[in-house]
């Protein structure tokens, strides 16, 4: 079914408006457009369920991608499959046909689908009734969505009949594998599981999900009727009980990704990565937003000359990536650059009330939840005077938001209600929304993968969609601004997460060793046995695992999933409540909290502001009251980091002449000690009050490199320019370490201190801002000459003075961005580099 592409204009008329005719047409740094491609469909499989095609017909699909069927064919082999294609691609007929066809035969077969949210969940429930129903005869499967807000009655309903059960690995952690006796009928007769989303599985939180899968399959085995040869016959060949799907976005390596994931070796998992669906023209501009001309000029036309609108505000945490917090705590003052530039925040609410004037349905991305609440009122802000009720149809979407809340803006953006919508990536996800008209991503939202996962939200078949990256004022923004090669013509990142971490293992091992005692032919599947067996060795010692000569076990009378965060999210997350009313604003997430929703803390919701009365740690709960204030809040952190020489892992190091780089366990130590109000816009400080909150640990993996004063010397980096120098070089190689690994700054923290106690000598850290790490501050050190010489070459190629965000400066620095010495920085990184090996060593 080719897709003729309308006869295309010479460039996307949205362009126009982006740049105003021609008036902004300086911030334009590039456009590349990507053809419409047509689709290849191809017939229906001979072994497909007549009913379920009739109801995919029905639905409207007369024939399946050609894509869709190879997949679809792998998955009824019972073969793992990885699927990677992009959005919108249909993943989903390729596990639904063959899964509702198992359902469908004589002998029994269920199905679980996974997603990370109960909200995507509750989605593709949705979409799998439209299709049961459209099924002509009566014997439809059974579907039901099952999680911890489903009440009992229905869950018993669900336990003993549902053919199809969607819900989230949370679920599967806390109550399906440790209730495994109730599930039986569904274990026994499990023969898919779906993991949609897959790429969202990563850090922490993906090598936790792997090892529940592993704890799923070793519970379907225990499950799964022997076949008896003597009586039965073998089984049929090629069959296997159980087969994974794993569905993603577009990614490197999905065999390798999905292999790590279910536990099986990569030869074992067969990829689908060429999407035969059609795709629309898309125009992609990368938008670099104008300098400033000055403090005095900003002011007058009521606009901070800060850096980007919230160095404090988060990644959202339905992404479930940690939120990392920076270790170092700061309030950013725009320092010594001559040219600021505008922030991306009030660029792209420019662009979004410009392109909601013409009608277009737009998506803003957003870096921060702060970010999207920005975006979204000054949007409104500029609409306001266009035309009555044309601000009523920009809002603001972000995780923390009450479900009910966020499923009304979400029709509403489907129905055309809402023309413009401002959301952190909460929104990258599964939620069925697409076709937008256009897709602004203010800052870079981390990866190449999650980029086009945004832009995926623009364009569809026949219809054409502009993308417009608008850049930040950091190293890295600036870097691909400039670099459209690395952008769109570098190959994407691969999903990266360790399931070896000990931190992680040994939780997961307590909670399989509870569902049913671990023996010692079941370590493989989890890991290298020997490995697994030190970490069972710790937790006998510990007394966690009593060790039996049969197995381990688990004798406590508390669940032992309850030691497990699947999320690192370090707890449960803390309920914004208005004290006077009671009403449930949102949530902040446990990490988070000190920072954002300490007492007199700043908290804005839909463009309300409110002030923290209270924040009761031991409640999870922060109470606030309705407050019109003309202020934002900025929480300062102190950190200390130690290296743990017995942690879990060996520390190593290598010596490049007189550099020692290090890899291992470090503890870092922050505290979240005062907080500063600034008035907004011009970032004035008008007080700071102390706080009084506990410090956190965190245990983690750090990656460092250290130098003895006489390479500083040498350098010709003084005592007096050393602190400034490693500063500098410390923020700008955290702003680049995403270059090289699937991480941002946020995941990551860093230290730096001209004399450390562990090292002896000046030292730089970077570290995963993950319990136990999660594998970037290993990918730095993998990649040490690399990464440095990508440090080397941002700074030394900004064109300011004295370091500005685009180069050293750090939205996140604790002190202030204080000191800071680009050319000194310059000077060390090259004498550090001038030791690294003459090759850059490649280690994937
Ligand atoms: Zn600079
Ligand atoms: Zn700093």
Redesign the pocket.
């Known amino acids: 079914m080719p897709v003729d592409p309308a006869p295309a204009p010479e460039q996307h008329p949205l362009l126009e408006v982006l740049t105003a005719h021609g008036a902004r047409a300086d911030r334009l740094t590039h456009v590349r457009t990507f053809d419409a491609r047509a689709g290849i469909t191809a017939d229906w499989p001979t072994w497909a369920d007549p009913g379920v095609v009739e109801g995919y017909r029905a639905l409207g699909v007369t024939r399946p991608w050609a894509h869709q069927v190879e997949a679809a064919d792998a998955v009824r082999e019972g073969r793992h499959v990885a699927l990677a294609t992009s959005t919108g691609s249909g993943k989903s007929l390729a596990f639904w046909l063959p899964a509702l066809t198992a359902v469908r035969e004589p002998a029994p077969a269920t199905v679980l689908y996974l997603s990370p949210t109960k909200a995507l969940a509750a989605d593709q429930l949705a979409g799998l009734q439209r299709l049961v129903a459209a099924i002509p005869d009566g014997d439809r499967p059974r579907v039901a969505t099952c999680d911890g807000d489903t009440p009992t009655d229905e869950r018993r309903w669900v336990t003993e009949h549902a053919d199809v059960v969607l819900t989230n690995p949370d679920f599967l952690h806390f109550s399906m594998l440790p209730g495994h006796r109730r599930w039986a009928r569904l274990l026994r007769g499990l023969r898919y599981v779906v993991v949609d989303e897959g790429h969202a599985y990563r850090g922490v939180f993906g090598a936790h999900v792997s090892l529940v899968l592993r704890r799923l399959t070793r519970l379907a085995a225990h499950y799964r009727p022997t076949f008896d040869a003597r009586l039965t016959g073998p089984p049929p060949a090629g069959d296997r009980s159980l087969a994974f799907v794993v569905a993603s976005a577009t990614t490197a390596e999905p065999a390798v990704s999905t292999g790590r994931l279910v536990g099986v070796p990569p030869e074992d998992v067969v990829a689908v990565t060429a999407d035969t669906s059609p795709a629309g023209r898309r125009t992609f501009a990368l938008w670099q937003p104008p300098e400033l001309a000055g403090f005095e000029r900003s002011r007058a036309t009521g606009e901070a000359p800060t850096h980007d609108d919230d160095p404090w505000a988060l990644p959202d945490p339905l992404d479930p990536a940690h939120t990392a917090q920076e270790a170092e705590p700061v309030l950013t003052t725009r320092g010594a650059?001559e040219h600021p530039r505008r922030s991306a925040t009030a660029e792209t609410a420019d662009l979004l009330a410009d392109l909601t004037v013409h009608g277009a349905r737009t998506l803003a991305f957003t870096r921060s939840r702060r970010g999207a609440e920005s975006v979204a009122q000054q949007a409104r802000d500029h609409l306001r005077p266009v035309a009555a009720g044309l601000d009523a149809r920009v809002a603001s979407y972000r995780g923390g938001y009450l479900p009910e809340e966020r499923r009304a803006l979400e029709q509403a953006l489907r129905t055309g209600e809402l023309r413009g919508l401002a959301t952190t990536n909460a929104l990258e996800l599964g939620v069925d929304i697409s076709g937008l008209d256009a897709v602004l991503v203010a800052g870079w939202p981390g990866t190449r993968v999650s980029l086009w996962q945004q832009a995926g939200r623009a364009g569809r078949a026949g219809a054409e969609g502009l993308v417009a990256f608008v850049a930040r004022e950091d190293p890295l923004d600036t870097y691909l601004v400039t670099h459209p090669e690395a952008v769109f013509d570098a190959a994407l990142e691969a999903t990266v997460f360790d399931p070896a971490n000990p931190h992680v293992l040994a939780p997961q091992l307590c909670a399989a060793a509870q569902e049913l005692a671990l023996r010692a032919e079941d370590l493989a599947a989890f890991g290298d046995p020997l490995a697994v067996r030190e970490v069972l060795d710790v937790l006998v010692a510990r007394g966690a695992l009593r060790r039996r000569p049969s197995g381990w076990y688990w004798t406590h009378a508390q669940p032992a999933a309850a030691m497990a965060d699947l999320r690192g999210s370090g707890g449960r997350p803390v309920r914004v409540v208005e004290a006077t009313t009671g009403r449930l604003l949102g949530t902040v997430d446990a990490g988070s909290a000190d920072g954002q929703v300490h007492d007199g803390a700043v908290y804005v919701h839909q463009g309300a502001t409110f002030v923290v009365d209270r924040l009761d740690l031991a409640d999870h709960v922060a109470l606030v009251v309705r407050k019109d204030v003309e202020h934002g809040t900025w929480s300062h952190e102190v950190m200390e980091i130690a290296i743990d020489e017995d942690g879990h892992r060996p520390v190593v190091g290598r010596d490049w002449g007189p550099v020692r780089w290090g890899l291992g366990p470090v503890e870092v130590t922050s505290q979240v000690v005062s907080f500063q109000r600034r008035r907004l816009p011009d970032m004035q400080v008008l007080g700071t009050e102390p706080l009084d909150l506990p410090s956190r640990t965190l245990a983690t993996t750090a990656v460092w490199w250290s130098v003895p004063d006489f390479v500083l010397r040498a350098a010709g980096v003084s005592p007096e320019e050393a602190p400034g120098a490693l500063h500098a070089a410390e923020h700008a190689s955290i702003g680049l370490l995403p270059l090289l690994a699937t991480c941002d700054r946020w995941d990551l923290g860093g230290v730096s201190t001209e004399l450390h106690p562990d090292t002896g000598e000046a030292t730089v850290f970077v570290y995963d801002a993950y319990p136990g790490g999660a594998g970037f501050a290993e990918r730095g050190y993998a990649l040490g000459a690399r990464w440095l010489r990508a440090t080397r070459d941002a700074i030394a190629a900004?064109?300011?003075a004295d370091?500005?965000p685009?180069?050293?400066q750090s939205p996140k620095c604790g002190s202030d961005n204080a000191p800071l010495d680009?050319s000194a920085a310059v000077r060390l990184l090259d004498a550090v580099l001038s030791h690294a090996p003459a090759e850059p060593t490649i280690v994937r």
């Open positions: 650059a900004c064109s300011c370091g500005c685009a180069c050293v680009k």
